[in-house]
């Protein structure tokens, strides 16, 4: 008995040793738990102190500040004899890539888009009428054209017994074109030249500069583009924001945008009916694109898909699908 009675408290002072070993950790588990919630709730609200102090001090572009505007980016056309269509695809790549990396773009898919393929004429060129039409449609804003317009090829070397060494210069010449969708226009045409020289050296007679030179076009190709983009940017910030009203569904409106645009939930979105062409009847000229009617307000109230959100009335009828929308700051008080 007096064996059975020291196992037996043995027993239970080991367990009160677990338990009290495992108290401080639960306890600050607990507590972990207890700062993580409120530190993620404080970088929240932060984020939104910081936006509506932001759009307070731009009262009238907060679009710029927190919407990121939706871009279609066209394959370029290669009218140098030089590449064909894998040089095309590179500089298309090449402008996608840059946008990607910004903030203030969406870089859409053509792929997306329905009927795309009809605004391409036999010859290759655009039909622009019909590209702003379809553009319109998914809320683009901005198109982004561009042209090789050529590619010229310089080598010079001297020849040391049986090496050989040549400099080979390659220079691009390209065009990049902003087009704003909603006045249909060009907001933006850069030109610009760049050239990339190597130096090979390698045995006399052995000639594979076929795939060194269109590497270099590539290289020059995107230097001529990185030059260009800081101007083309600062062109594109002065577009404004908008999205589309994509599907209705009895009291919930389906908008093209949502969190990766930068739309946020109970944010205020302006309807628009669908820009009209206004035509100057004396010269038969079209001097601009209306904005459309005004119909009403809508309150974003949730998410959905990969870049959706779902509104409802706050205020106005009338709305339909592909009516534009277009973000709403209230007057300052």
């Given at each position: 008995?007096?064996?059975?009675?020291?196992?037996?408290?043995?027993?239970?002072?080991?367990?009160?040793?677990?338990?009290?070993?495992?108290?401080?950790?639960?306890?600050?588990?607990?507590?972990?738990?207890?700062?993580?919630?409120?530190?993620?709730?404080?970088?929240?609200?932060?984020?939104?102190?910081?936006?509506?102090?932001?759009?307070?001090?731009?009262?009238?572009?907060?679009?710029?500040?927190?919407?990121?505007?939706?871009?279609?980016?066209?394959?370029?056309?290669?009218?140098?004899?030089?590449?064909?269509?894998?040089?095309?695809?590179?500089?298309?790549?090449?402008?996608?890539?840059?946008?990607?990396?910004?903030?203030?773009?969406?870089?859409?898919?053509?792929?997306?888009?329905?009927?795309?393929?009809?605004?391409?004429?036999?010859?290759?060129?655009?039909?622009?009428?019909?590209?702003?039409?379809?553009?319109?449609?998914?809320?683009?804003?901005?198109?982004?054209?561009?042209?090789?317009?050529?590619i010229t090829v310089k080598e010079k070397g001297n020849q040391i017994g049986i090496f050989q060494t040549?400099?080979?210069?390659?220079?691009?010449?390209?065009?990049?074109?902003?087009?704003?969708?909603?006045?249909?226009?060009?907001?933006?045409?850069?030109?610009?030249?760049?050239?990339?020289?190597?130096?090979?050296?390698?045995?006399?007679?052995?000639?594979?500069?076929?795939?060194?030179?269109?590497?270099?076009?590539?290289?020059?190709?995107?230097?001529?583009?990185?030059?260009?983009?800081?101007?083309?940017?600062?062109?594109?910030?002065?577009?404004?924001?908008?999205?589309?009203?994509a599907k209705i569904d009895l009291h919930r409106y389906y908008i093209n945008a949502g969190e990766l645009?930068?739309?946020?939930?109970?944010?205020?979105?302006?309807?628009?009916?669908?820009?009209?062409?206004?035509?100057?009847?004396?010269?038969?000229?079209?001097?601009?694109?209306?904005?459309?009617?005004?119909?009403?307000?809508?309150?974003?109230?949730?998410?959905?898909?990969?870049?959706?959100?779902?509104?409802?009335?706050?205020?106005?009828?009338?709305?339909?699908?592909?009516?534009?929308?277009?973000?709403?700051?209230?007057?300052?008080?």
């Amino acid at each position: 008995m007096p064996v059975l009675a020291f196992l037996l408290s043995l027993t239970l002072a080991g367990c009160s040793f677990l338990i009290l070993s495992k108290a401080p950790e639960s306890d600050a588990e607990r507590e972990l738990a207890s700062v993580e919630e409120p530190a993620k709730e404080t970088k929240a609200k932060k984020r939104e102190a910081e936006l509506r102090d932001s759009i307070r001090e731009n009262p009238e572009e907060p679009t710029k500040l927190s919407l990121r505007k939706r871009v279609l980016v066209l394959p370029f056309q290669n009218q140098s004899n030089f590449g064909e269509t894998e040089l095309s695809q590179f500089a298309t790549d090449e402008v996608k890539n840059s946008l990607k990396s910004l903030d203030s773009f969406v870089v859409v898919n053509e792929t997306e888009l329905r009927d795309l393929d009809k605004a391409v004429l036999p010859n290759g060129d655009l039909d622009m009428p019909k590209l702003f039409e379809v553009a319109r449609a998914h809320g683009i804003v901005a198109l982004v054209t561009g042209k090789i317009k050529n590619i010229t090829v310089k080598e010079k070397g001297n020849q040391i017994g049986i090496f050989q060494t040549r400099y080979n210069t390659i220079q691009a010449h390209v065009q990049l074109e902003l087009w704003e969708v909603l006045q249909q226009k060009p907001l933006s045409t850069k030109d610009f030249t760049a050239e990339v020289t190597e130096e090979n050296t390698k045995v006399f007679g052995n000639r594979t500069l076929a795939s060194k030179e269109s590497s270099q076009a590539e290289g020059a190709i995107s230097e001529a583009i990185q030059q260009m983009l800081p101007s083309f940017y600062s062109e594109a910030q002065r577009l404004g924001w908008s999205g589309r009203i994509a599907k209705i569904d009895l009291h919930r409106y389906y908008i093209n945008a949502g969190e990766l645009s930068g739309v946020t939930r109970n944010q205020i979105l302006r309807v628009f009916g669908d820009a009209e062409p206004i035509i100057d009847k004396e010269s038969g000229l079209m001097i601009g694109m209306a904005p459309g009617r005004f119909k009403g307000l809508l309150k974003v109230v949730d998410f959905f898909g990969e870049d959706g959100a779902i509104a409802i009335v706050h205020s106005g009828a009338g709305f339909q699908e592909k009516d534009r929308v277009e973000a709403f700051t209230p007057p300052n008080p």
